[in-house]
């Protein structure tokens, strides 16, 4: 048997990725296969004695609850310890479950979504051109949704590369129309924040490790669409470059 | 409106609301050339409220230039209490951040609640680096 849950977190995290896109058949797609996989171990087992350290956990933070004992968290941490040690429930056994259990509730989350988003609402009747500019878009350096909403845009990606590795002096040459506002963040920060505005556009970007998240603004022109959507290619590529 | 004590986030929306009546109704501006931004931090300040794309200078009416670059950054701070000076020398720091390296102006606007009147005031300042 496979001892490594590593792919179990990767899959988690992917799966979190994609319903923060609005990508649910990637969602699905990686849940439902690692899924598959982990059901070849005997991951009943591994769900029971996630099950079992749940309970345990429940009833020690009752316990806690009801004496009003001081230090709650640590107390409770230290009889759950005890008591696992005693009913020699295996910790190994325990993060597959725990991470198999949430693993299915994220996939339950998604097929909730996946059916919300597929009803009819007023949306639906709403302004029809709004609704086409609303996308998902996949290259090889990244994958990228679109919404558009009466005043702005807002745009999701998940790139190739960390926010540390971004590099906005190219940008600036290949947006030279534009001027850039450009937080100095200090080193250990895994995140950034820049503003870059011109004649006819204001967009904030904000990065956090492989995520970017962008608002664009724009006077509501018949060329808005190109203008933007060359906007947003344009930081993408050169971002993940 | 006039006698209720608001939060601050209900004093922001009435003062953001009355903005952007006064760019619509006042100014004759569409709705499509105005922006209400997401606020972000960014070295200790949030962005500011709105950007505005006057492409036909009509603010001109109000203000003192005749034309301006673009966008024109906008910040409101509403106050239906007690007037905070802090909260106008804040909006104006922000609009400083906005504006900087740049030859573009800013507008502040500050709408404050008239008691004695049942009424709001309404303020435009206009802000160079």
């Given amino acids: ?241 | 409106m006039i006698e209720k004590f608001f939060s601050g986030d209900v004093s922001g929306d009435i003062g953001e609301a009355l903005f952007a009546y006064f760019l619509i109704n006042v100014i004759n501006l569409m709705p499509s050339q105005i922006g209400h931004t997401k606020p972000v931090k960014r070295s200790g300040y949030l962005t500011t409220d709105f950007v505005v794309w006057d492409n036909l200078y009509r603010l001109t009416s109000v203000l003192q230039k005749s034309n301006y670059g673009l966008p024109l950054f906008a910040e409101v701070k509403a106050f239906t209490s007690q007037i905070d000076p802090s909260r106008i020398g804040h909006g104006l720091a922000q609009l400083k951040m906005a504006i900087a390296n740049s030859t573009l102006i800013g507008l502040l606007f500050l709408v404050i609640r008239n008691q004695q009147q049942q009424r709001y005031d309404a303020y435009l300042i206009e802000v160079e680096r």
Avoid at chain 1, 57 to 75: I, T
Wanted: with cysteine.
């Fill in chain 1, 1 to 241: 048997m496979e001892k490594d849950p590593a792919f179990l977190i990767r899959a988690i995290n992917e799966v979190k990725e994609s319903i923060w896109l609005g990508d649910y058949a990637k969602a699905i797609e990686t849940a439902d296969s690692n899924l598959d996989v982990a059901k070849r171990f005997e991951f009943i087992e591994f769900e029971n004695t996630a099950n079992e350290v749940r309970q345990i956990l429940r009833q020690f933070r009752k316990e806690a609850k009801q004496k009003n004992m001081k230090n709650r968290r640590f107390w409770v941490a230290e009889q759950v310890s005890k008591s696992i040690e005693e009913k020699k429930l295996d910790s190994q056994k325990n993060l597959f479950g725990s991470l198999l259990i949430y693993l299915y509730d994220l996939r339950e989350a998604i097929a909730y979504l996946s059916e919300i988003k597929s009803q009819t609402t007023m949306e639906t009747y709403a302004d029809k051109t709004q609704q086409e500019d609303d996308s998902l878009q996949r290259t090889d350096r990244c994958r990228y949704s679109i919404k558009r909403f009466p005043e702005r845009w807002e745009v999701r990606s998940i790139l190739d590369k960390d926010v540390l590795q971004w590099n906005t002096e190219i940008l600036r040459k290949e947006l030279p129309d534009f001027v850039f506002s450009i937080e100095e963040a200090p080193k250990e920060r895994r995140s950034t924040t820049f503003e870059i505005y011109s004649r006819e556009m204001y967009a904030q970007v904000v990065g956090q490790d492989n995520q970017v998240e962008m608002s664009i603004y724009t006077p509501g022109t018949p060329d808005a669409r190109t203008r933007v959507r060359k906007v947003i290619e344009t930081i993408l590529n050169t971002l993940g470059q």
